[in-house]
C-alpha cells in the first residue's frame, strides 16, 4: 500500500490551494526526501498567482494539480542509493533549481543559466520545464517532498528552519551583490530597499564590506529601521521626497553609485527603477533582480560612452547557499530578530494572500507543513 501525505495543492490558475492526501515520496538513485518543517513565501503570493498569466505569460507554471512552495527548509528522512555525505536526520535547505545537470553551465555550476532551468514548486523558464516537475512534483507547501542531492544545503547548528526558509530572498540578493562586483569600501544604492528581497541585500552589502549603502523606497518608517541596521553606512531617501538621482550624487561627490541593485516588486514604477538606474557612476554596473516588467527606453549609447553594465540575476548557486548559512552561523549576517508569521497547511489560503502584511522585509511570511 502507497503511503500519503498532506499536500496543498492549486487546482486552477489563481484558485485557493486544497489540501489533498497525495502519494509520500519514497527516495531513490541522487534523491533524498525531506519532512518540510518550515517553507518560505513572498508576502503577497496569492496576488502573484492570480495574475500569473498576464504577468509572466512566458513562464510556464507545472500542470495542475499542482504542489507549489518555493522555499523549504526541513529534515533528511531518506536518502537514495546514490547518495553521499547527506544522511537521515541532516536539517537542510531545500534550493528550489532544477536542472538537466548535463549541460556546459550545469557541469560549471551555474544551474539558474541551464537552458531547462525549472523552479520546482513555483514555474519554469520555458516548455520542456514540464519534464522537471514531472520528476521532481513536490515542494514545501506539502509534508514530504523529494528532493536531489544537488538542492540541498546543510544548515548549521543555529541557524532555524525558520531563518533557512528565508534563504530564497537573501540568495537572490546575495548572488546579485556578487555579480555586481568587490563590495570592500564601495557604494551601493538598493532601490526598494525595505522589502524582502531589499533587505536581504542590504545585510549582505554590509557584511561584505560595502561602507555606503544607499537605500530608496516609500515607507519612511520602514527606511528609519532599515537604517538602523548600522547607522554609519546605511543612509535612506524616501521616493516620495523626489528624485533619486541628485540624492545619490550628493552622497558620492557628484559621481553615483558604484553599483546599483534594483529589487521593486512586480507592481512598482518603471520610472523609479530608471531614475535608480541613472544613479550609477561612470564604469559602474546595474544588476536587476527585481520583478518590475516592461519595457524602458535607455539611451543605449550612454551605456557605452559611461561603460556601464547591466546584468540580470536569478536565484543563486547551492554553493553561494553554503556561503549564506556560514556567514549566518558566524553571525556577520543576522536575521533572528526577524518577525515570523508562520501559517498551518490548513491556512494556506489566508497565508498566499497576505493576511495582516507585516513590516515590509522584516516580517518572514511561511507556513509550516507538519
Ligand atoms: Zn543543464
Known sequence: MVETMRAARMHEVGGPMRIDEVPRPTAFGSNVVVEVATCGMVPNLGNVLKNWPSWCPHLPQPELPAIF?????G????V????IGIRAGDRVYVSPVRSCGACPPCLDGKRTECRLMTFGGYFGFQEESQTLFDQYPHAGFGEFMLAPAYSLVKLPDNVSFEDASRLGYLGTAYSALKKAGHMGGKSVLINGGTGTLGIGAVLFALALGATKVMVTARNRELLARVRQLDPRRVHVFSTEEGSIQPWVRSLTDGGGADYVLDTLGAVASLEVMKDAMLSVRRGGRIVNIGGTAGEM???VKWLM???????????FTTAEGYEMVEMMRARIVDITGFEHRKHSLDEINEAINGVGSGDGGFTSYMVTPR
Open 80 to 83: 537514495g542509493e546514490n547518495v
Open 297 to 299: 527606453a535607455i539611451d
Open 69 to 73: 512552495g518555493l522555499d523549504p527548509a
Open 305 to 315: 560612452d559611461d561603460q556601464i553594465a547591466f546584468v540580470g540575476s536569478v536565484w
Open 75 to 78: 529534515t533528511v528522512t531518506e
